[in-house]
């Protein structure tokens, strides 16, 4: 926060910033009903829209604008700054601070305009505006050029002067030396030097230490000197509605210490769910593990380290929130977040996390986090909070719906490796168990899922909709409401499958479940299945889908000896019967 006296001995051109007295009423907010568009731009939005296209800075009202400024004082939604904050971020998307100075009663507003990111241009009334002395002016062309062209710095991979090898945390390298040898399999990278090893991934260039270095290396107290907004501020709150926290931790420690121990403090308050339906025996987290991690490895990765607000994660019994700076990279944003390859912000840091496994592959977290939140039947990951300058990612630890978890599970386990679902099929389903229209559906996708046989498509030609399969009702307690399925008893299903097994000696789920694809749901086929193999009927080798099943030796041998019986019954019949036959030939014939 800057003061007045700071304030005094700016200059408006030098310094990125505009004064208005505000003495005689308030300064318009949006240029209400002048008619000159030169006019209206002299406003709230105009100059907040100027000054963020110019990279940042102050619109103060209350002060002179001849030098050295003197305090006026103004009324300027005396009482509302609050409501002023949120109408600029609703009408513009920028996100400015608002805050009051006073010098001997006299009251200053200020608002604090953030820079834009890289290659995105402000607009007000569908103009993109610049200061120019002091009028606000249309964006010439070639300042409107040079912004749209830009590319983002690389700040991972800049140069940290004063950065030495001394200045690097022993332990963090050791457990550096430690991932990159396992993820590489080549365990002599433990024994390369210290110099050698920074130099092996980049971090050292031309005998500097990189930023990256800094993040990821650095001890906790240079690290706090060269790079505060480095630091994870993780805060515990008891109700999702509390403002202030009930507990606050500060981690400042470099990356490869940081993130194991922030994880352990989150799971601290971790919690679970039972579930159970059938065979099917599991807990599921809160908060899983998986998740927590890509999501502040994201944080991380791409955040504005040139914005001085630190990583805020917000944990509440049931909810977590991962806030970072600087908003998605060029080129992504809410609707192509999962579709489009991201770019990350800071390269060089991306890089070494994948080669050290921190991450499999650049853009690839945001596909896992999204995966095993659905497969757990939690709601979406929510980033709709997320702007131009922040990122905002909402993850919820309760179930919505349980049967679709189970469902998942069931599918998983069933299909081969080749042939899991993906983390768009995995969508997909949840879209349409939403009741998704047919238009926002990928026809692609949607086709491989009928192909599974996990959707049907319902309705007319005009009219067509889709619906999750019976298997998934078949975890709920709805299916009677969608399904008349025909209930086999066991005799029925097991005469069935002792005709095939007849013919293919062995076979695999999807092959008992395609025997009564009309007559029985996934589950059911499971059930009998297992109750088969528990009666040593059938008998299974391997696990999950790469499970073979045959007639068990056991009942073969019970089989034989029945028919083996039922042989000796049916020759002890033939002979009682030739005995009768021969009695009554002998027998002397009446006249």
């Known amino acids: 926060m800057i003061t007045i006296d700071k304030l005094k001995k700016l200059k408006e051109s030098e310094d990125k910033v505009e004064f208005k007295k505000g003495e005689g009423g308030n300064i318009s907010y949006d240029g209400g009903s002048k008619p000159k568009p030169s006019d209206r731009r002299r406003c709230i939005l105009g100059y907040v829209t100027a000054l963020c296209n110019e990279g940042g800075g102050y619109l103060v009202i209350g002060m002179s604008d001849n030098y050295p400024h003197e305090v006026i004082g103004t009324k300027q939604n005396l009482g509302s700054i609050g409501e002023l904050e949120s109408k600029i971020y609703t009408d513009t998307g920028i996100r400015p601070v608002l805050y009051e100075l006073y010098e001997n009663l006299k009251r200053v507003l200020v608002i604090e305009v953030p820079c834009r990111p890289a290659g995105k241009v402000f607009k007000f009334e569908d103009v993109a505006l610049m200061r120019v002395g ?21 700040f991972s991979q800049q140069f940290c002067e004063g950065l ?17 040898a396992l993820k590489q399999n080549n365990p002599i990278f433990k024994t390369l030097s210290h110099e050698q090893l920074l130099s092996d ?48 931790i500060v981690f400042s420690e470099p990356f490869f210490i940081l993130i194991d121990e922030l994880w352990s403090t989150i799971n601290l308050r971790n919690g679970s769910f039972p579930i159970q339906d059938g065979a099917y025996i599991f807990t599921i987290p809160f908060f899983n593990e998986e998740v927590i991690r890509e999501s502040i490895n994201n944080a991380i990765t791409h955040r504005d380290y040139r914005k001085t607000s630190e990583i805020v994660v917000k944990q509440f019994p049931q909810r977590l929130d991962i806030i970072n700076a600087g908003g998605f990279p060029i080129g992504v ?45 939690k709601a979406e990951p929510d980033y709709s909070k997320s702007d131009y300058f922040q990122v905002n990612l909402k993850l919820s630890a309760v179930i919505e719906d349980r049967a679709f978890a189970l469902f998942i599970v069931a599918v998983q386990e069933e299909l081969p490796e080749t042939e899991k679902l993906s983390v768009l099929e995995v969508i997909a389903l949840n879209m349409i168990k939403k009741n998704a229209a047919k238009k926002d559906l990928d026809a692609e996708i949607v086709s491989k899922l009928l192909e599974k046989k996990l959707i049907e498509k319902r309705g007319k030609t005009n009219a067509v909709y889709y619906i999750l399969s019976k298997d998934y009702y078949e975890f709920t307690d709805e299916k009677a409401k969608y399904y008349n399925l025909q209930e086999l008893d066991d005799n029925q299903v097991l005469n069935t499958i002792l005709q095939f097994l007849s013919k293919e000696s062995k076979a695999k789920m999807k092959d008992f479940v395609g025997l009564f694809e009309d007559k029985l749901s996934r589950k059911q086929v499971r059930l009998r299945i297992d109750k088969f193999v528990m009666n040593r009927i059938l008998e299974q080798k391997g696990e999950g889908s790469a499970s073979i099943y045959k007639l068990s030796d056991d009942y073969i041998k019970r089989i034989e000896v029945i028919s083996e019986a039922i042989n000796i019954g049916m020759k002890e019949m033939e002979r009682k019967q030739s005995q009768k036959i021969e009695r009554a030939k002998k027998r002397p014939k009446k006249d």
Not at 134 to 154: A, F, G, R, T, W
Not at 206 to 228: C, F, Q, R
Not at 239 to 248: G, H, L, M, S, V
């Open 134 to 154: 002091e009028e606000l002016k249309p964006m010439s062309d070639e300042v409107y050029l040079k912004i749209i062209n830009e590319q983002e710095p690389d």
């Open 164 to 180: 030495m090898v001394s200045d690097l945390d022993e332990k963090a390298i050791s457990v550096l030396k430690e991932k990159y």
């Open 201 to 248: 991934l980049e971090l050292l260039k031309n005998e500097k230490l990189t930023n990256a270095a800094l993040i990821l290396l650095a001890k906790k107290e240079v690290l706090n000197e060269k790079l505060p907004q480095a630091a994870v501020m993780l805060e515990y709150r008891n109700a999702e509605n509390q403002i202030p926290f009930d507990n606050r």
């Open 333 to 377: 944003n809410l609707e192509n977040l999962l579709k489009t390859p991201s770019t990350p912000r800071n390269r060089l840091l991306a890089d070494v996390l994948q080669k050290t496994g921190i991450v499999e592959r650049s853009g690839q977290g945001v596909d896992k986090i999204f995966y095993n939140t659905l497969i757990e039947g």
